[in-house]
């Protein structure tokens, strides 16, 4: 019940000099406690009348308070319950891209392959003449092979001991008219170096000393190549040059006479 008009009768008497605790207590101790309760009074009903809108305020505010936390629940549940549907979608669009990216690598891999592939073909097709050419070459070739043999199974067991101008009458005018009065189909232009021994072997016995001569290399063919043990008649010691560096890793034994 006190008020603003209360407060303000009492204050000359709390202005008074006399007017304290212990000026009461000289009195009367009653005195004394009703002086200190009405200074009580005073400080309660100003610290009351501003704490009370404070309440007020405080009891807003937590009404409030509380009506923004069920709204902020609602919205948290609304955003978990769309997250959670996000996270759906993006998984399914993670996935969806992680789909497209293995396609894409596909087709590129595709792709690749598909130029490499006609790339190879028209490389290829540039072959088939070539390829045709050389099929129709090896048949012909197959035919002649039997007349081939004879000149060079001829050649390593009869032409060892002459030179190159007999050599090749044996060759050319002996036995091909031989073949051809036989039927026996030959090469005309039968190369007996290249049919006997490889480029790499007459390179390597160069290396060893033999000379690069056509007689020289058919002599080393007849050599490497005859099922008799060769006679070398050797004036310059060319030919036992090179067999002695040909067979150095053999040990072979040279006696000198």
Request: charged share 30%; glycine share 6%; with cysteine.
């Amino acid at each position: 019940t006190i008020n603003d008009e209360t407060v303000e009768l009492v204050q000359p008497y709390f202005e008074m000099e006399d007017y304290t605790l212990e000026n009461g207590k000289k009195v009367c101790g009653n005195v004394a406690g009703l002086l200190s309760w009405t200074k009580a009074m005073v400080v309660f009903y100003g610290v009351n009348r501003e704490v009370l809108p404070l309440k007020a305020n405080l009891a807003k505010q937590e009404g409030r308070l509380k009506i923004a936390n069920a709204e902020k629940d609602k919205a948290q549940a609304e955003l978990d319950e769309k997250q959670a549907e996000l996270d759906k979608v993006q998984a399914k669009f993670d996935a969806a891209m992680k789909e497209k990216m293995d396609l894409e690598n596909d087709a590129e891999t595709c792709k690749r392959k598909m130029q490499a592939a006609s790339a190879l073909i028209d490389g290829l097709s540039g072959e088939k003449v070539r390829w045709t050419q050389q099929s129709k070459e090896f048949k012909a070739q197959i035919k002649r092979l039997v007349g081939d043999i004879l000149l060079c199974t001829g050649f390593l067991s009869y032409c060892g001991p002459f030179n190159q101008d007999f050599r090749n009458l044996l060759l050319k005018d002996l036995w091909e008219t031989e073949l051809r009065a036989h039927k026996i189909p030959f090469s005309d232009d039968l190369n007996l170096i290249s049919m006997l021994v490889d480029q790499p072997t007459i390179s390597e016995w160069n290396l060893q000393g033999l000379p690069g001569d056509h007689l020289s290399i058919q002599n080393g063919i007849i050599v490497t190549k005859a099922s008799r043990y060769p006679l070398l008649v050797d004036p310059q010691t060319q030919g036992k040059a090179w067999v002695i560096n040909k067979e150095q890793e053999n040990e072979l034994q040279v006696n000198s006479v």
